[in-house]
């Protein structure tokens, strides 16, 4: 693909005064008009447009989705931070805040008005920087770059494993058992024995449920997709009730693929339940229903589902020589560097590295790769469908199981339990976001690194047998995953102007996905 072609499908962006990108939470211009211009451009009437409809309703989200993908990603961006109303749903907490915390622990979430209010680090992004009372030593709310191929690797690893299982219990049927190792992408998630009855033995299992679903959302591993994380965080934290058809279907035994392509299965899976039960069901009794149309959660999937994949910022011959060793003492036996996606669903790709030279104002450079393909005769503007091939994610450094680091990462429950096992923690970005720990808990990325335990004793100590010096090249290549601020990027879409006037508060680019089609009366 050309790069001609490349930026005439993307478009670019001309960033001037009243037209720069969303900042860490917004409300609209029609909220609070200002000579600026600045904050989102569209109603929230405006954003939940025509409703769901189908991929022949204009300004519906299955059109806009179909047909204008980038449309859709900048949407769910204005979406992801905007400051939600009183008036429009936000609000009360669960309960008001009273009730068995042990038993809903979504009551000590606080209370939010927007998702940047808690994802919002680096300015401009779906980052990290909330920190919520759901157990009583608190959870640090992570970041949310890559989170689309985070749910596209355990998706997939979880049918491979599934595809295993149902091949051995079809080889044990009437004769005898029949043990089985259970791999996928290179990852052992350790042996499950099955019995001529097909009743499956677990005891061996490692690092994954026994229904064998990797649940890659919230350290603990609870919760399967994109969009029950969504839903389930606009009621937790913000207050707002969405009913969402997708959701009720496969809660109740239902399979559904959403608009983003992620299949729910009711049948092999247990499905979240929306909290509101129809679009007229008022359940937290605000006055206020249908807070959340389903138009709004298909646009902040798909806007997660794409959402951009962390950074690797600058590289020395100390941070090389301390990426070595972090292979050399056997880190990357759970932090496992680089995992295969065999069908992507995202529409685009974003590759965002150090370059002095075009990275004009944080030394980043950002390049944007379409990964979607026109279908012929469906209509103008037409059809665009993911091409859906193999995808190499890089630098992602984890291995989607559950462990056990030992008891200075056990965390407390309100009911006086503890949890022992947490997902491994995906490195990429780490540069970036201190404090660590499901918790908070290490200062540094060296307390962190001191504080595994269990499982990953070993690691640590020969960690702690390596010099000073090499100690902080270790911790110099980690530095160098970084998350980064989109709107002060420069991108092969914008890369921006170091001569503009009054720089580098204008001029310094960015890296929005801009819609298709952009018509100047239609602004995200």
């Given at each position: 693909?050309?790069?001609?072609?490349?930026?005439?499908?993307?478009?670019?962006?001309?960033?001037?005064?009243?037209?720069?990108?969303?900042?860490?939470?917004?409300?609209?211009?029609?909220?609070?008009?200002?000579?600026?211009?600045?904050?989102?451009?569209?109603?929230?009437?405006?954003?939940?447009?025509?409703?769901?409809?189908?991929?022949?309703?204009?300004?519906?989200?299955?059109?806009?989705?179909?047909?204008?993908?980038?449309?859709?990603?900048?949407?769910?961006?204005?979406?992801?931070?905007?400051?939600?109303?009183?008036?429009?749903?936000?609000?009360?907490?669960?309960?008001?805040?009273?009730?068995?915390?042990?038993?809903?622990?979504?009551?000590?979430?606080?209370?939010?008005?927007?998702?940047?209010?808690?994802?919002?680090?680096?300015?401009?992004?779906?980052?990290?920087?909330?920190?919520?009372?759901?157990?009583?030593?608190?959870?640090?709310?992570?970041?949310?770059?890559?989170?689309?191929?985070?749910?596209?690797?355990?998706?997939?690893?979880?049918?491979?494993?599934?595809?295993?299982?149902?091949?051995?219990?079809?080889?044990?049927?009437?004769?005898?058992?029949?043990?089985?190792?259970?791999?996928?992408?290179?990852?052992?998630?350790?042996?499950?024995?099955?019995?001529?009855?097909?009743?499956?033995?677990?005891?061996?299992?490692?690092?994954?449920?026994?229904?064998?679903r990797v649940r890659p959302f919230f350290h603990h591993g609870g919760t399967?997709?994109?969009?029950?994380?969504?839903?389930?965080?606009?009621?937790?934290?913000?207050?707002?009730?969405?009913?969402d058809p997708d959701l009720a279907k496969a809660a109740d035994g239902e399979?559904?693929?959403?608009?983003?392509?992620?299949?729910?299965?009711?049948?092999?899976?247990?499905?979240?339940?929306?909290?509101?039960?129809?679009?007229?069901?008022?359940?937290?009794?605000?006055?206020?229903?249908?807070?959340?149309?389903?138009?709004?959660?298909?646009?902040?999937?798909?806007?997660?589902?794409?959402?951009?994949?962390?950074?690797?910022?600058?590289?020395?011959?100390?941070?090389?020589?301390?990426?070595?060793?972090?292979?050399?003492?056997?880190?990357?036996?759970?932090?496992?560097?680089?995992?295969?996606?065999?069908?992507?669903?995202?529409?685009?790709?974003?590759?965002?590295?150090?370059?002095?030279?075009?990275?004009?104002?944080?030394?980043?450079?950002?390049?944007?790769?379409?990964?979607?393909?026109?279908?012929?005769?469906?209509?103008?503007?037409?059809?665009?469908?993911?091409?859906?091939?193999?995808?190499?994610?890089?630098?992602?450094?984890?291995?989607?199981?559950?462990?056990?680091?030992?008891?200075?990462?056990?965390?407390?429950?309100?009911?006086?339990?503890?949890?022992?096992?947490?997902?491994?923690?995906?490195?990429?970005?780490?540069?970036?976001?201190?404090?660590?720990?499901?918790?908070?808990?290490?200062?540094?990325?060296?307390?962190?690194?001191?504080?595994?335990?269990?499982?990953?004793?070993?690691?640590?100590?020969?960690?702690?047998?390596?010099?000073?010096?090499?100690?902080?090249?270790?911790?110099?290549?980690?530095?160098?995953?970084v998350l980064f601020p989109p709107d002060d990027t420069a991108s092969n879409?914008?890369?921006?102007?170091?001569?503009?006037?009054?720089?580098?508060?204008?001029?310094?680019?960015?890296?929005?996905?801009?819609?298709?089609?952009?018509?100047?009366?239609?602004?995200?």
């Amino acid at each position: 693909m050309s790069l001609f072609f490349l930026f005439l499908v993307l478009g670019t962006l001309s960033f001037v005064k009243g037209l720069s990108g969303a900042q860490a939470q917004e409300t609209d211009i029609f909220q609070h008009p200002n000579s600026e211009q600045a904050g989102i451009k569209k109603s929230l009437e405006q954003q939940i447009g025509a409703g769901r409809g189908d991929i022949n309703t204009p300004d519906s989200s299955l059109y806009i989705i179909n047909r204008d993908p980038f449309r859709s990603i900048r949407r769910g961006r204005n979406l992801f931070q905007r400051k939600f109303t009183i008036s429009q749903g936000m609000g009360p907490r669960n309960g008001d805040g009273f009730g068995d915390i042990s038993a809903d622990a979504s009551l000590g979430a606080g209370l939010a008005d927007s998702c940047a209010a808690c994802h919002g680090r680096p300015r401009s992004s779906a980052g990290f920087g909330g920190d919520v009372f759901t157990r009583p030593d608190s959870r640090d709310a992570p970041h949310l770059f890559g989170l689309g191929l985070i749910e596209m690797l355990a998706d997939e690893i979880t049918q491979d494993l599934r595809k295993i299982r149902d091949q051995a219990i079809a080889r044990a049927k009437g004769g005898r058992g029949v043990e089985v190792s259970l791999k996928s992408k290179g990852i052992s998630y350790g042996k499950i024995r099955v019995n001529p009855d097909g009743s499956v033995d677990p005891s061996h299992l490692e690092g994954v449920d026994p229904d064998l679903r990797v649940r890659p959302f919230f350290h603990h591993g609870g919760t399967i997709s994109i969009r029950e994380f969504v839903v389930g965080a606009l009621n937790g934290e913000m207050g707002m009730e969405a009913f969402d058809p997708d959701l009720a279907k496969a809660a109740d035994g239902e399979e559904v693929v959403t608009p983003s392509g992620m299949v729910l299965n009711g049948k092999t899976d247990t499905i979240e339940t929306p909290p509101a039960f129809s679009e007229s069901d008022d359940s937290d009794r605000d006055g206020v229903a249908n807070e959340v149309p389903v138009s709004l959660v298909d646009h902040l999937e798909f806007y997660l589902l794409n959402y951009f994949k962390p950074a690797i910022g600058r590289e020395t011959k100390d941070s090389q020589r301390g990426q070595r060793l972090f292979k050399d003492i056997q880190c990357t036996s759970c932090h496992i560097q680089n995992l295969v996606i065999e069908k992507d669903r995202r529409v685009a790709d974003v590759e965002t590295t150090y370059d002095r030279r075009r990275g004009i104002f944080n030394d980043l450079f950002a390049v944007a790769t379409p990964l979607f393909q026109e279908v012929q005769g469906s209509g103008s503007p037409s059809v665009k469908k993911p091409k859906g091939q193999r995808f190499v994610v890089k630098n992602i450094y984890a291995d989607f199981k559950r462990h056990d680091l030992g008891s200075t990462y056990w965390e407390r429950n309100f009911d006086g339990s503890l949890t022992k096992e947490f997902m491994t923690e995906p490195l990429w970005g780490v540069g970036t976001t201190a404090p660590y720990g499901h918790d908070g808990r290490s200062i540094d990325l060296w307390s962190v690194i001191m504080r595994h335990g269990g499982e990953a004793k070993d690691a640590r100590d020969r960690f702690a047998r390596l010099s000073e010096e090499q100690q902080g090249q270790i911790i110099d290549f980690l530095q160098t995953l970084v998350l980064f601020p989109p709107d002060d990027t420069a991108s092969n879409l914008n890369p921006g102007d170091s001569q503009a006037q009054n720089f580098p508060q204008y001029g310094h680019g960015n890296i929005a996905l801009p819609a298709l089609f952009n018509n100047p009366s239609d602004v995200e």
